[in-house]
């Protein structure tokens, strides 16, 4: 079975260093490792000081690259799937008139983008397969865009039941789709089955994982922690934390006394938020990361650990169930009781506090309208009750 590990992390934090650093660490282990950009502004050919494109390279040794083109990919690897959607589309009754092609669907790139990485996956070419992506906003689209691709598709077409191959006049009337003829319902039926398996090798803890990089400032600690609670809420596996660009202690230099401070209090928080993942440290160098030289400085600093590139931990953190009353939010907190527990909220976020321990947990949206009914520990897990506030219907 291979592996899949996904970067990401807010502009600039230095995703591509680290994400470019396992693939080095992959490659000395002797394992046939590929790096890819899902980044449309890619940088893999800088990093690596050599030309790499939409067409998969030998860089060094063991190591491959590719930056994917999505448009490349559209044309050349699933123009029988582009054909099919947009055959579709053109069925659609009431479709806007600039649905007229698919290139005008938003999300669309990123969809082959995926598709592409599932293909490279099932061909079990590489062992490990790096995946460098676009800043979080960008990422977290692109990750729950499968999903959202076959809801719509379920909802549109009623091409769920596999089974079925040709469509009931009824539905047809109710879904308002002209019948696709046989060969465009394979292929589509095709594409749904294609993002159902790209959902579950994604989500597949014993395959994927997503490993966030971030630097130790207010920013960045900030977008880090949302987009952590999404990934959760999504159901992704964040097995590990970079903490990068952390300054020498002993620099000794008045200039950088506030900067340290500043590093040492975020560090913490960190520390704080991501304390059930391991945390990895990277320094900050006194050179650009490009080249094998200055990535093997990661690799020997914080990648040192043999294992380091299986999955680190599968701990479901954070966990929303609905039940009769609203939602209900498990939190995975082991050896707490619940004298020691204070529960509040600030504005968006829960907050758990044992001791001097605090911990908070961003809110989604769905739960804007909510209000903390109560809260009981069982099993190792915090349960936090969730109700409607008076007067507001409970909705998804
Ligand atoms: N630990 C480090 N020490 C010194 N320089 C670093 C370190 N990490 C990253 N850099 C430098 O910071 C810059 C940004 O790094 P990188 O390109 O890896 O970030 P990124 O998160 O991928 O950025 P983007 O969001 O633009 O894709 C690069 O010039 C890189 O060489
Ligand atoms: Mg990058």
Not at 49 to 54: A, D, L
Not at 122 to 137: K, L, M, N, R
Not at 174 to 197: C, H, Q, T
Not at 285 to 304: F, H, Q, S
Request: hydrophobic share 45%.
């Amino acid at each position: 079975m291979g592996r899949i590990i996904i970067f990401t992390g807010k502009g600039g934090v230095g995703k591509t260093s680290v994400a470019a650093a396992h693939a080095r660490k992959a490659a000395l282990q002797g394992k046939k490792t590929l790096i890819v950009s899902a980044d449309m502004a890619h940088n893999l050919s800088d990093l690596f000081e050599m030309p790499i494109g939409r067409e998969i390279i030998c860089i060094e040794g063991m190591l491959y690259g590719l930056e994917i083109d999505p448009e490349y990919e559209m044309e050349h690897n699933f123009s029988n799937l582009v054909r099919a959607m947009n055959r579709m589309l053109k069925g659609m009754e009431g479709k806007q008139e600039e649905l007229e092609d698919l290139s005008m669907l938003p999300g669309i790139e990123e969809l082959f983008s995926l598709l592409r990485l599932q293909q490279i996956y099932d061909s079990q070419e590489f062992e490990v397969i790096i995946v460098d992506c676009a800043p979080t906003g960008e990422t977290l689209s692109l990750l729950k865009f499968p999903e959202l691709f076959s809801w719509y598709m379920e909802k549109m077409f009623p091409v769920g039941k596999l089974a079925m191959r040709v469509l009931h006049p009824v539905s047809q009337k109710l879904f308002k789709i002209e019948l696709p003829d046989g060969k465009a319902m394979n292929d589509i039926e095709l594409l749904y089955s294609k993002l159902v398996l790209l959902q579950e090798l994604l989500k597949n803890r014993e395959v994927s994982s997503i490993r966030m990089v971030a630097i130790p400032e207010k920013m960045v600690v900030e977008e880090t922690k949302r987009s952590y609670m999404y990934l959760n809420l999504y159901n992704f596996n964040v097995d590990a934390i970079f903490i990068n660009r952390i300054l020498p202690v002993d620099i000794n230099l008045s200039f950088f006394d506030e900067w340290l401070m500043l590093q040492a209090e975020y560090i913490k928080e960190l520390e704080t938020i991501f304390g059930s993942i391991p945390i990895h440290h990277v320094k900050w160098y006194d050179i650009e990361i490009t080249g094998m030289k200055a990535l093997d400085l990661i690799v020997k600093d914080a990648l040192a650990k043999d294992n380091i590139l299986d999955i680190q931990t599968t701990i479901r953190n954070e966990e929303y169930e609905k039940t009769d009353q609203g939602y209900q939010l498990k939190v995975y907190l082991p050896c707490a009781s619940k004298e020691d527990l204070m529960i509040h909220e600030t504005g968006m976020d829960i907050v758990i506090r044992i001791g001097n321990y605090k911990r908070s947990i961003p809110l989604p949206n769905a739960l804007r309208k909510y209000r903390v009914d109560g809260a009981k520990i069982i099993d190792q897990f915090l349960k936090i009750q969730f109700v409607p506030e008076k007067g507001d219907l409970a909705h998804e």
